[in-house]
Structures are given as C-alpha cells and as structure tokens.
C-alpha cells in the first residue's frame, strides 16, 4: 500500500538504536511544569501510544521530542541524536502530524504533494509519480483536483499524514491525529497507521482515546499532569488494575446516573462511565455481589439491556491510575496555547 520513497543523499539513522529515549525530560511555561521529569525508552518498531487526557502533557512532550520547542531541563534522543545539540538530524529521520491540517488549503490535495515532493528534491516528474502513489494508497484519487479547504474532515487528517510521508520516515509522530474524526474516518486512519508500520516506520501516538490506544499500540505510556504514571502493554496496564469487571447496559439512558450512584454504594468502588450515554462498569475484585447488585437495580425500577463480567478495559484502567477518566478535559494550559504557537514557528521537516 505504502512504498518508500527516498530522495537523492537521504541516509538512514543507526540500526539497533532506540527510537526514543528520554531522562528527566523538563518543558516549563512560567509556574507550569508541563513536563515534569519524563524517562521514556521506546525501540523501534510498532506504534507506541502516549495517553492522557487534555492538558496532561503528551503534546508538549511531543513537541520537544520534534524539536518544535526546546527542553528546560533533562535529556531527550531521538534515533541516536540529541534533539537540542542536532535539531536538523533529527528532523530529516522524523515526521509530524499534528491535530490539525498543516497543508496549503488553497491548493488541491495534488498540487500539495507535488510541492512537498519538490521540496525534499524529488525531479517534476517523481514528484508527480509520487503524489499519485499516496493519492491512490490513501483513497483520495477522485479528490485529487480539489481544494483541501473542501475535503472532509477525514479526508484532510489522510491528506495530511500522506504529506508527511512524501519520504518516509524512520520514525512518525503522530498527535491525536483521529481527534473530531467519525467513526468510518477513523478506522481509515487506524488502516493507514498499520500500513506504515508494515512498511518499516516507527510510529508514536498520542491520544485520549483508550479504544484507540487499544486497538494500535504495542506498549502504552500513560501520562497525566506531566508525569509518567504507568506504561506496558494493553494487557499488562489492565491486569495491573485488578482481574475483573462488571460491564452494564441500561434499558433507558437517563437511569444511567442512578444506576451509576447505586451500583456504587454496593460495590464500594466508582463507576466508570464511557461515552455510550447507556454503558456504566465497575472494577470488581469478588463477582459474587453482582447478583443482589442487579436485584438492587429491578427493586429501583432501573431495566437492564445487559450485562458481563470480563477483564477490566482500558477506561478502567485510566480510572484506578488517575482518579478521573481521559474524558474529563482540562482547561488548555499555557503550555498549549505556547506550544502551539512555538510549533506554527518550527514547521519540522
């Protein structure tokens, strides 16, 4: 789906070296430690997810691992280079794909990749070839003529990772790049995340989003207000948290909150709640409550779709390790609205 493509002079980094490797990394903004002492290893291969909720830190992090800003405190390599002492090594191995759109909106998806194929030193000609290779590969062929600013959302986060990938890089970073996306875009994105990785690139993810971090990474980093608070793969962070879980469907969603408050006064643990207004579960040691919990819900008049046991998911798991769950946003921070502006000028690559 996805072939390589290097220009003229384009070397890879060492083999056998880690994609990235953190120790005490610091970023400050004024009184705010937005990253607050982190010491990450990730080796080559695979997608690592970076997850947290809004304002945790990832972003930031992120950004300096790019060179988009610079650290305040600690060290941070990225295959082999130091991101402060060689800032343009770095940038030719890795990419970037941010939140947002970073193409020339005015020009048609085409024109857009051609450019970028002029700019890394492919000839007229590849360029074209090339562009039409991450058109096709991206299913965007039929949309090749228009202006980015008329693609749909999904459209623009696929047109947006093909640019970064006109040369592909040893390494992606990839910053909540399915935020706002439908459920079918996002799938597509996924797709497009596990061809790169099938073609050679390292790709590291931040997200909010569990089922995302579920359904993509190999090893999983959870961050939450610039620190570090667990890491391991989906099924190591879930066992972590304890064997097992009760998972409820409401018949009527407004009852979901009384289920929630009665439920929790029976298992004397919190109710995690996820985005489906009728789905509530809770982190159950012993199962052998669960029967007088649902005579509990049919003496309230609360109707049950259905229920299950099984091993706690990664909401959960966030839940047990922070206090609250990725969906409870925080207010931007200045580190965000700084970083963002820091990153607008640092384009990488």
């Known amino acids: 789906m996805l072939q390589d493509s290097q220009p003229a002079?384009?070397?890879?980094?060492?083999?056998?070296?880690?994609?990235?490797?953190?120790?005490?990394?610091?970023?400050?903004?004024?009184?705010?430690?937005?990253?607050?002492?982190?010491?990450?290893?990730?080796?080559?291969?695979?997608?690592?997810?970076?997850?947290?909720?809004?304002?945790?830190?990832?972003?930031?992090?992120?950004?300096?691992?790019?060179?988009l800003i610079r650290p305040d405190g600690g060290t941070a390599r990225v295959l082999g280079h130091d991101v402060v002492a060689e800032p343009a090594r770095v940038r030719s191995l890795v990419s970037m794909t941010g939140q947002f759109a970073s193409l020339d909106e005015d020009l048609t998806g085409q024109e857009n990749l051609v450019l970028l194929g002029r700019l890394y030193g492919f000839s007229r000609q590849r360029a074209k070839e090339r562009a039409h290779e991450l058109l096709e590969a991206f299913d965007l062929s039929e949309a090749a003529g228009r202006q980015v600013k008329r693609y749909s959302g999904?459209?623009?986060?696929?047109?947006?990772?093909?640019?970064?990938?006109?040369?592909?890089?040893?390494?992606?970073?990839?910053?909540?790049?399915?935020?706002?996306?439908?459920?079918?875009?996002?799938n597509q994105v996924w797709a497009i995340v596990r061809a790169l990785v099938a073609a050679g690139t390292t790709v590291v993810l931040t997200t909010q989003y569990l089922e995302e971090a579920d359904q993509l990474a190999d090893r999983i980093t959870v961050i939450d207000h610039g620190r570090i608070i667990a890491e391991g793969t989906s099924g190591e962070l879930k066992a972590s948290v304890g064997s097992g879980a009760f998972h409820l469907r409401v018949a009527d969603a407004g009852q979901r909150t009384t289920a929630a408050d009665l439920l929790a006064a029976r298992f004397g643990t919190e109710?995690?709640?996820?985005?489906?207004?009728?789905?509530?579960?809770?982190?159950?040691?012993?199962?052998?409550?669960?029967?007088?919990?649902?005579?509990?819900?049919?003496?309230?008049?609360?109707?049950?779709?259905?229920?299950?046991?099984?091993?706690?998911?990664?909401?959960?798991?966030?839940?047990?390790?922070?206090?609250?769950?990725?969906?409870?946003?925080?207010?931007?921070?200045?580190?965000?609205?700084?970083?963002?502006?820091?990153?607008?000028?640092?384009?990488?690559?």
């Open 9 to 67: 002079g384009r070397r890879p980094g060492g083999e056998g070296q880690l994609a990235v490797e953190t120790v005490g990394l610091v970023k400050t903004f004024g009184d705010n430690r937005a990253v607050d002492g982190i010491d990450l290893s990730i080796g080559q291969g695979g997608v690592h997810a970076v997850l947290g909720p809004n304002g945790a830190g990832k972003t930031t992090a992120i950004r300096v691992l790019a060179t």
């Open 154 to 186: 999904g459209m623009r986060r696929r047109i947006d990772i093909a640019g970064s990938i006109v040369v592909r890089p040893q390494l992606m970073f990839l910053d909540e790049p399915t935020t706002g996306l439908d459920p079918r875009s996002r």
């Open 271 to 349: 109710a995690s709640l996820s985005s489906d207004p009728y789905a509530l579960s809770f982190r159950l040691e012993d199962p052998s409550d669960v029967p007088a919990a649902l005579l509990d819900l049919t003496g309230r008049g609360i109707g049950v779709a259905e229920y299950s046991m099984g091993q706690p998911n990664l909401d959960e798991v966030f839940l047990a390790l922070t206090g609250h769950s990725t969906e409870e946003s925080e207010t931007p921070t200045a580190s965000e609205d700084a970083g963002a502006d820091e990153q607008k000028e640092v384009p990488v690559r």
